[in-house]
């Protein structure tokens, strides 16, 4: 059984991805310019919370159908790394295109019966 959860989570992941290779640009910028307001990168860091939140909602919702909780975990992974510091911008990138791939495969789980 497929999860729609994991599928708009995948989704907004490949968005994150591109949100966490913006905010390099954006901190640049703003350190070059240093007016001091560090309102931009507040956007940044509430995007990846959201992506903690959503990734935690799929793997609940990949543990309730017994698919593969691989993607998910890694999405909590790295939309936490970026999180908590954008130092681990790069890092988070990786962690979540590889979640990516497992969310949209959505295998079944090891050692689940198929009710079919």
Not at 18 to 40: C, D, K, P, R, T
Not at 66 to 88: C, D, K, N, T
């Amino acid at each position: 059984m497929k999860s729609k959860m994991n599928t708009w989570t995948a989704i907004f992941n490949i968005f994150n991805c591109v949100m966490l290779f913006i905010s390099w640009f954006v901190v640049i910028a703003q350190a070059i310019n240093e007016n001091g307001n560090a309102s931009s990168g507040n956007f940044f860091y509430a995007v990846t919370w959201i992506g903690v939140v959503l990734n935690v909602i799929a793997f609940y919702y990949a543990k309730k159908l017994s698919i593969s909780v691989v993607g998910p975990v890694l999405g909590i992974i790295g939309s936490v790394l970026s999180g908590l510091s954008m130092i681990f911008a790069f890092p988070s990138i990786v962690l979540l295109i590889i979640a990516v791939v497992f969310e949209f495969l959505q295998k079944p789980a090891k050692g689940a019966t198929n009710a079919k």
